[in-house]
């Protein structure tokens, strides 16, 4: 069953429930897409103006690029489930079984990677929500405040399920470099967003 053809309330229901997806990466890609839909509202709201006709363009151009990131990340909370599934089945295997360690990092490796894509996927849109909150309507920049403070906090979410991995990793020096990409993107992104959020108050 896809966890897209599920309403909120069932989506909610089933993560306050005793079942081991979705969970935080599943979570973290729902308000990620969330949060560059708002972006798109944002567009919506000024294409068409005359005050806003010298961007029209690039309103547009940002709204193709945040629908297709709205997209992928919605797909990643299938992608997150599918991922996380063999994992949870791997802990049960017997410590005295040969095969254990090898199957598990495989299910490591694969459990971390849809939250570490999730990550790059929110520093994209908040790249985006930060030309939406620069050029769209003044009347809907509220919205471009809500979207990347919600990518803000998906992509922290994200983080922390790339961590829970790749601490039980055996292959330290791949965990530590995933580990360096996915705090190099934190410290990017989420400065840019609480930038991009103290602005939007200011101009309020």
């Given at each position: 069953m896809s966890l897209l053809n599920v309403s909120v309330t069932e989506f909610t229901n089933l993560l306050s429930s005793k079942t081991s997806v979705p969970g935080g990466g599943g979570a973290s890609a729902l308000v990620s897409s969330i949060g560059i839909a708002?972006?798109?509202?944002?567009?919506?709201?000024?294409?068409?103006?005359?005050?806003?006709?010298?961007?029209?363009?690039?309103?547009?151009t940002l709204m193709?690029?945040?629908?297709?990131?709205?997209?992928?990340?919605?797909?990643?909370?299938?992608?997150?489930?599918?991922?996380f599934e063999p994992l949870s089945k791997a802990y049960s295997i017997?410590?005295?079984?040969?095969?254990r360690d090898a199957i598990m990092e495989e299910c490591l490796k694969n459990a971390a990677s849809v939250p570490f894509k999730i990550v790059k996927l929110?520093?994209?849109?908040?790249?985006?929500q930060e030309e939406f909150a620069k050029?769209?309507?003044k009347i809907m920049?509220?919205?471009?405040?809500?979207?990347?403070a919600l990518l803000s906090?998906?992509?922290?979410?994200?983080?922390?399920?790339?961590?829970?991995?790749?601490?039980?990793?055996k292959d330290k020096e791949y965990a530590a470099k995933l580990d360096t990409e996915v705090e190099e993107?934190?410290?990017?992104y989420i400065d840019t967003a609480n930038i991009i959020y103290t602005e939007v108050i200011s101009r309020l």
């Open positions: 708002l972006g798109n509202m944002v567009g919506e709201f000024t294409v068409g103006k005359k005050t806003y006709a010298d961007v029209e363009e690039d309103i547009k193709k690029k945040a629908k297709i990131l709205q997209e992928q990340l919605l797909e990643c909370i299938d992608e997150d489930a599918i991922a017997s410590k005295d079984d040969p095969k929110c520093g994209d849109a908040i790249d985006l050029k769209g309507s920049i509220s919205d471009a405040a809500t979207g990347v906090g998906a992509m922290k979410g994200a983080a922390v399920n790339v961590k829970v991995n790749t601490r039980l990793m993107l934190l410290d990017k």
